[in-house]
């Protein structure tokens, strides 16, 4: 019987009340479907910053290395300054574990009306793929004589061959295995170094795959299409900076911020990839026990996927658009329906 070890960390504010559906669901298809998983859960977050003055214990990083997948919900807490470097424990994960995709679909559920109004599921299913360890969130810069008239400041954002030519291989062939068409979104007008270049690298990755349709958009452009004609996009290659904002636009089509899944994925394996919704640890509700805790299990039903528990992530997905298509929904998404019930359908579907 196969046996993936699991890092499994909540985070702060809703990440405790929804993570902890995403463990009971995956427990109840490792039962089912015949694997077994060792979990272990890691307290980091902004609340482990106030207590110890870091976001993770020291060591630790080594630590999640051996594990084989990592489910995470989502940090930040008010009170702590989100500028500080603890709000990089996504980001620390994300490059020093190689997860340079991430991979964000946006597909309407069963039962739920897009506020687009008039548009089907046919005409809302994509992926939102995001460079996700470079461009303009590597965190290079500063600001200079802050306090004074002649203050100012910069941001450098940092764009690799290697880092747009692996980007775009993972793309082409998520494209061959969906509708075959690849939007490649940017800005290249008027970000003239970096994003021109991006596009070149891209170009040349384009023709190595003559059987995908291959398309550039300005992401002004692209975020009206998101909303007006949704059904052109299959999928959707994008920057780190431009793919965050484009993502939640794409929660947002799909009925709720709440519903958004992804996968932050090194396609090598050579580290272990993580699993977390969209959205963020949602302190204006947490502890009301109303949190939509379906993109945190969407997110692990991605996660088994990754490992190669298809039929497995296959059952959890149809549970979801069942218990959608059921309307049982979070407030969120217009239903009136609690965390844990909304939860307790999809295990009782499942
Ligand atoms: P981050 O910077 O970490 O992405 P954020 O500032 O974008 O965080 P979120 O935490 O994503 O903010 O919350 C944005 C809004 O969406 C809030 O009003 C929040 O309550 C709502 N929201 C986010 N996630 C959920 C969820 N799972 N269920 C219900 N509402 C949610
Ligand atoms: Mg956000």
């Not at 679909?105 to 039962?111: H, S």
Request: glycine content about 10%.
């Amino acid at each position: 019987m196969k046996n993936y070890k699991i890092a499994v960390v909540n985070g702060d504010g809703i990440g405790h009340e929804i993570v902890p559906m995403g463990v009971e669901v995956l427990e109840a298809a490792s039962a089912k479907f015949g694997f077994k998983l060792a979990i272990t859960s890691f307290p980091f977050g902004a609340g482990y910053y106030q207590e110890h003055g870091d976001f993770m214990a020291e060591g630790a990083m080594e630590e999640l290395k051996s594990f084989d997948a990592i489910l995470f919900g989502a940090v930040g807490l008010p009170a702590v300054d989100d500028t500080l470097p603890f709000k990089l424990f996504t980001n620390k994960v994300r490059t020093a574990f190689k997860q340079y995709v991430n991979y964000r679909p946006v597909k309407l559920l069963d039962g739920i009306q897009s506020p687009l109004g008039t548009k089907t599921q046919a005409d809302i299913d994509f992926v939102v793929i995001r460079e996700n360890n470079e461009g303009e969130f590597v965190q290079n810069g500063r600001v200079m004589y802050g306090d004074e008239p002649h203050g100012f400041a910069t941001d450098t954002s940092l764009f690799t061959r290697v880092g747009i030519e692996r980007i775009a291989h993972y793309s082409f062939k998520l494209a061959r295995k969906r509708r075959s068409k690849v939007t490649n979104v940017t800005k290249s007008n008027t970000m003239i170094n970096t994003l021109a270049y991006w596009d070149r690298v891209i170009g040349e990755v384009a023709a190595q795959y003559p059987d995908v349709e291959y398309r550039k958009m300005y992401i002004d452009a692209a975020t009206a299409n998101f909303v007006l004609h949704p059904e052109y996009f299959d999928v959707v290659l994008t920057t780190n900076m431009l793919g965050d904002i484009l993502s939640d636009l794409g929660g947002a089509i799909m009925g709720s911020l709440g519903f958004g899944p992804s996968g932050n994925l090194n396609p090598e394996r050579t580290f272990p990839s993580m699993f977390e919704p969209i959205h963020g640890s949602a302190p204006d509700i947490a502890g009301k026990g109303i949190a939509n805790p379906i993109g945190q299990i969407w997110s692990a039903a991605i996660m088994l996927e990754h490992l190669g528990e298809q039929a497995a992530a296959d059952a959890i997905v149809a549970a979801i658009n069942q218990t959608t298509a059921a309307g049982v929904l979070t407030t969120d998404a217009g239903g009136t329906n609690s965390t844990k019930e909304v939860a307790q359908s999809i295990l009782k579907f499942l």
